[in-house]
Structure formats: C-alpha cells, structure tokens
C-alpha cells in the first residue's frame, strides 16, 4: 500500500506503521493521531478506508515531519556551533554529547559526527566572522592556526 510516498505492508499496524516511516513521527503522536482519528488501536493498514486515509493524510499535515523535521534539526545544530556551546563542540568534534563514555564506547558517534561535522570551529569564530559561513582550522608550519574559509 502506498500512502503519502511511503510503502506499507497491508498487515501492518497503523500506530507503528506511523511511527516508522515518518521521521519525527514517534510512537506517542502516531498513537495520537489514532486516537484523534478513532481508529481502533489495533487497526491495520488494508482496514482503512479511502476517507480515513484522507482523513490521516490531513492529520499528518499538522505535524512537522520529514525534511522540515531534518531541516530544523541542522539548523538547531547549527546555532549550537556558532554559538559555541558545550554540545555544539562536542559536535564539532564528533564525540558522544550527553555525558557517554570516549575511552572505550564512542565508535557509534565516532562514526555518525564525522561525516558532516568534522573540524568545524564552534568558538569565537562565530562571533568574529558572519554566521553564514563555516570555518575550519587548518594545523600550518607556523604554530598559529590558520582559518580556511569554506563555501
């Protein structure tokens, strides 16, 4: 079954079917949502009829899911290096944000962080130089770091 761009198997659960597809969309709203709805909570997917399809469709219009959810998330990230936070750094840096161990335990952030935040400045930069663009500092043959600017 195809609903909102998303494949769902006819047998699956509603609540978590929800729950699963939709970024930003966890277990409490889709059970939310349900329950608005009046669906049964055991409902699944080749229950519902083209009207509560329509019905869920405009439901989900409510809440802010998918790209506008990932949009909101960097930009949240993003104030949080510019403003040079302590999680924003730990961002920057790629290691665990909420007190995780580094010593033996920090491959999985280790992994995430480094793609998209690797040696990002979070600091003074920020307020140095306009918030739109991203530094990075570069180790030169001097021993004062060196600020490339990237675009």
């Known amino acids: 079954m195809l609903f909102e761009g998303k494949h769902f198997r006819g047998n699956a659960l509603v609540r978590i079917g929800l729950a699963r597809k939709f970024y930003g969309l966890g277990n409490i ?9 009046g669906f049964y909570p ?9 009207p509560d399809l329509l019905a869920m469709a405009k439901e989900l219009n409510t809440y ?10 960097r930009d949240n990230l993003n104030k949080k290096r510019i403003a ?3 999680s924003g750094r730990r961002h920057a840096m790629g290691y665990p ?12 952030a280790k992994r995430l962080n480094k793609v998209f935040r ?5 600091d003074a930069v920020g307020v140095l130089f306009p918030s739109t ?3 990075r500092y570069d180790q030169s043959t ?10």
Not at 118 to 122: E, Q
């Open 97 to 108: 944000i909420r007190g995780q161990r580094t010593k033996r335990n920090a491959q999985t």
């Open 42 to 50: 055991n409902i699944r997917f080749h229950q519902l009829t083209e």
């Open 133 to 135: 663009t991203w530094y």
């Open 118 to 122: 690797r040696g990002y400045a979070t």
């Open 142 to 151: 001097s021993s004062l770091p060196f600020i490339q600017i990237l675009t």
């Open 64 to 73: 802010t899911i998918e790209d506008e959810k990932r949009q909101l998330m």
């Open 84 to 86: 040079g936070t302590y």
């Open 29 to 37: 709203n889709a059970e939310r949502i349900c329950a608005r709805l």
